[in-house]
């Protein structure tokens, strides 16, 4: 592919975003009351962990994921560390993920002393695929008296099942349920990236089909508090288990301290909360203006030999990332040296986790077609773009 083709990218997406400047992968857009609720908490003065528009943060979440339950956090990582905990994942056990993955998925399986199990994803989907993991649990599990999946390799449980729903893309969830359901493995979705994505076949949204899941609103997704997650449950015992394991485990007392059983202090601040609420507000306007850069990338792609990844059937995709195939590494490579020196931003996903150090010594399946993803994907700029 020639520097004229490389440049015909960098044209289009300067003609997209209107600009001649840099251009970030993805930046937050305020632009409704953000500055109005975060000026009330400021004038109410609690802007921790307690304040009212933490409990609302968590009801508008709720309803618009359509769950009845869920515990705002610091993170998208401490959500999913709890989500795992209360999950039923515990020293020694084993949980089936994928290596295309963000670093938390794995890091929150190791902080519940936990080891991570790498299957392969779907090409299409980028998420882990069902007849990976089928193969695995058929040829590699066994049921046992205790009705719990054991791994016959490593003699150790598999007590849950950690797909993502990469770059906002529904992974296969409903197939993957399905064999969880059979194997009784816990479902707990990664579902830090796909806030407004939905499985259409079920009319449900993604993070609703697992016993948990976990959602992250960092200052690159799609709506954000700064930094913040959200556990999302239908169990009112573990909603209420999260929201009190994650507030340091502290016995209500109008003032004594007593706490009773190993805490975290994971409580998402009121201010941080305040900017959810506004976010939230925007947000059906910004998934239609996502909607329509992602039509204008794959429609330009498909007139100019770039191929951009578009949803598949039976799902809707919240298209947070952008994601452009090249047709091999070094063609992704060439395509983020010129986009990057060029002032616009472009990145490849993130490392395999198997490739990383302090998980390489954890098992995992062929893994081709994450290799093969690995060595093509690329993310363009996603940025919600404001009408002029």
Same mark, same amino acid.
């Given at each position: 592919?020639?520097?004229?083709?490389?440049?015909?990218?960098?044209?289009?997406?300067?003609?997209?975003?209107?600009?001649?400047?840099?251009?970030?992968?993805?930046?937050?857009?305020?632009?409704?009351?953000?500055? $109005?609720?975060?000026?009330?908490?400021?004038?109410?003065?609690?802007?921790?962990?307690?304040?009212?528009?933490?409990?609302?943060?968590?009801?508008?979440?709720?309803?618009?994921?359509?769950?009845?339950?869920?515990? +705002?956090?610091?993170?998208?990582?401490?959500?999913?560390?709890?989500? =795992?905990?209360?999950?039923?994942?515990?020293?020694?056990?084993?949980?089936?993920?994928?290596? =295309?993955?963000?670093?938390?998925?794995?890091?929150?399986?190791?902080?519940?002393?936990?080891?991570?199990?790498?299957?392969?994803?779907?090409?299409?989907?980028?998420?882990?695929?069902?007849?990976?993991?089928?193969?695995?649990?058929?040829?590699?599990?066994?049921?046992?008296?205790?009705? !719990?999946?054991? /791994?016959?390799?490593?003699?150790?449980?598999?007590?849950?099942?950690?797909?993502?729903?990469?770059?906002?893309?529904? #992974?296969?969830?409903?197939?993957?349920?399905?064999?969880?359901?059979?194997?009784?493995?816990? =479902?707990?979705?990664?579902?830090?990236?796909?806030?407004?994505?939905?499985?259409?076949?079920?009319?449900?949204?993604?993070?609703?089909?697992?016993?948990?899941?976990?959602?992250?609103?960092?200052?690159?997704?799609? !709506?954000?508090?700064?930094?913040?997650?959200?556990?999302?449950?239908? *169990?009112?015992?573990?909603?209420?288990?999260?929201?009190?394991?994650?507030?340091?485990?502290?016995?209500?007392?109008?003032?004594?301290?007593?706490? *009773?059983?190993?805490?975290?202090?994971?409580?998402?601040?009121?201010?941080?909360?305040?900017?959810?609420?506004?976010?939230?507000?925007?947000?059906?306007?910004?998934?239609?203006? $996502?909607?329509?850069? +992602?039509?204008?990338?794959?429609?330009?792609?498909?007139?100019?030999?770039?191929?951009?990844?578009?949803?598949?059937?039976?799902?809707?995709?919240?298209?947070?990332?952008?994601?452009?195939? +090249?047709?091999?590494? $070094?063609?992704?490579? +060439?395509?983020?040296?010129?986009?990057? *020196?060029?002032?616009?931003?472009?990145?490849?996903?993130?490392?395999?986790?198997?490739?990383?150090?302090?998980?390489? #010594?954890?098992?995992?399946?062929? =893994? /081709?077609?994450?290799?093969?993803?690995?060595?093509?994907? !690329?993310?363009?700029?996603?940025?919600?773009?404001?009408?002029?």
């Amino acid at each position: 592919m020639s520097n004229n083709r490389y440049k015909s990218l960098v044209d289009y997406i300067r003609d997209i975003f209107k600009s001649n400047d840099f251009i970030p992968m993805h930046e937050p857009r305020f632009i409704g009351n953000e500055k $109005k609720y975060v000026i009330e908490t400021i004038d109410s003065t609690f802007v921790s962990s307690v304040g009212a528009y933490v409990e609302e943060f968590e009801k508008n979440i709720a309803e618009f994921v359509g769950v009845k339950y869920a515990v +705002a956090t610091s993170s998208g990582t401490s959500a999913l560390h709890i989500a =795992l905990k209360l999950g039923g994942v515990s020293q020694g056990g084993e949980v089936i993920t994928q290596a =295309l993955t963000f670093v938390a998925t794995c890091n929150a399986i190791n902080y519940c002393g936990a080891e991570p199990i790498f299957l392969d994803v779907d090409k299409d989907t980028m998420g882990l695929s069902p007849k990976s993991l089928e193969h695995f649990l058929e040829e590699q599990c066994e049921m046992r008296d205790d009705g !719990i999946c054991w /791994n016959k390799r490593s003699n150790k449980p598999v007590q849950a099942c950690l797909p993502m729903h990469t770059f906002g893309m529904p #992974a296969r969830i409903l197939e993957i349920e399905k064999i969880c359901n059979q194997y009784n493995i816990n =479902l707990i979705e990664d579902a830090a990236e796909s806030l407004g994505s939905y499985i259409e076949a079920k009319g449900s949204h993604t993070g609703t089909i697992g016993k948990l899941s976990a959602f992250s609103f960092n200052g690159n997704k799609i !709506i954000t508090t700064g930094g913040g997650g959200m556990i999302v449950t239908n *169990d009112e015992s573990i909603a209420k288990q999260a929201k009190h394991v994650t507030t340091t485990a502290k016995i209500p007392h109008r003032w004594e301290f007593n706490h *009773d059983e190993i805490g975290y202090n994971y409580r998402l601040p009121n201010l941080n909360a305040a900017l959810g609420v506004a976010q939230l507000e925007l947000l059906p306007n910004f998934l239609e203006k $996502k909607r329509i850069l +992602a039509n204008q990338y794959q429609e330009w792609g498909s007139q100019h030999g770039f191929n951009f990844v578009g949803e598949q059937q039976g799902v809707r995709a919240n298209y947070w990332l952008n994601i452009l195939l +090249a047709e091999n590494i $070094k063609d992704r490579d +060439a395509i983020l040296s010129y986009t990057n *020196d060029n002032a616009i931003m472009t990145r490849p996903i993130w490392t395999l986790m198997n490739k990383l150090s302090m998980f390489s #010594a954890s098992y995992s399946d062929g =893994l /081709n077609n994450s290799y093969w993803l690995a060595d093509r994907l !690329i993310n363009v700029p996603s940025s919600v773009i404001l009408d002029t």
